[in-house]
């Protein structure tokens, strides 16, 4: 289990928690809009060691509930399970960032009762889908296997999506609010430019679209929100 990175505190990262969040490098997708390019392309050295983390970890008790666990995609990680049943072993709740592509990896991590909760990127439609994750012919069956374990309810979870104005439209939005018809949360993340883009020259869409598609999207998706918006 490599830690590529950490931030200390969080307010957002976990909903409802106060949580600290550890990088993991390396991914099974090139996404043009991911703002960690360094971490998803393997080219950081190791942050800390896990035994350090984990003195650091102890000296938050009482301050932290959560360790969210985000990447590049953790579930590449042959570690990941016993890291963070250690983390629930010292008292704090988990959360899992995954894009979903390793479903039997995510339902065993799921099944072990090692994660609380797991927010699953939706990258968009079906039809665009490998184009905005950046793989040619991706195989989206083991993605629609997550979507639907997810849905079961076996553990708490969200959708999100990042909207970047060059790959998203609204008809877009329509066919996924289809696709994840009777999901229990579901965001938008308005695109930012962190400076570490794989593929720069992407922007935002407008404030006035992103809550026009959310509107929309509340028929199929009651619970969709906005976020960072």
């Not at 509930?65 to 399970?81: K, Y």
């Not at 099944?111 to 184009?131: H, L, Q, T």
């Not at 999100?160 to 996924?176: M, W, Y």
Request: charged share 30%; with cysteine; net charge negative.
């Amino acid at each position: 289990m490599r830690i590529d990175g950490l931030q200390t505190l969080t307010l957002l990262d976990y909903p409802g928690k106060v949580a600290c969040t550890v990088f993991t490098s390396g991914c099974n997708m090139r996404c043009p809009f991911c703002h960690n390019a360094s971490l998803v392309c393997g080219e950081v050295p190791p942050f800390m060691e896990k035994e350090e983390f984990f003195a650091f970890l102890k000296k938050r008790t009482g301050v932290l509930d959560g360790v969210c666990v985000t990447g590049g995609e953790p579930l590449l990680q042959e570690g990941l399970i016993p890291f963070l049943l250690e983390v629930k072993e010292k008292g704090f709740t988990t959360k899992l960032d995954t894009n979903g592509l390793l479903h039997d990896r995510l339902r065993a991590v799921v099944e072990a009762g090692a994660v609380d909760y797991v927010a699953m990127d939706i990258k968009n439609c079906k039809a665009r889908y490998a184009e905005t994750a950046g793989v040619p012919g991706l195989d989206l069956a083991p993605i629609e296997k997550s979507v639907q374990f997810l849905m079961e309810g076996s553990v708490d979870y969200e959708f999100r999506t990042t909207v970047v104005k060059e790959l998203h439209n609204k008809a877009d939005f329509d066919e996924i609010g289809r696709w994840l018809k009777g999901a229990k949360r579901y965001f938008l993340q308005s695109f930012k430019d962190s400076g570490d883009i794989l593929s720069p020259g992407l922007s935002p869409m407008e404030k006035a679209d992103l809550l026009e598609i959310r509107d929309r999207l509340r028929a199929e998706i009651p619970g969709v929100e906005l976020r960072g918006v």
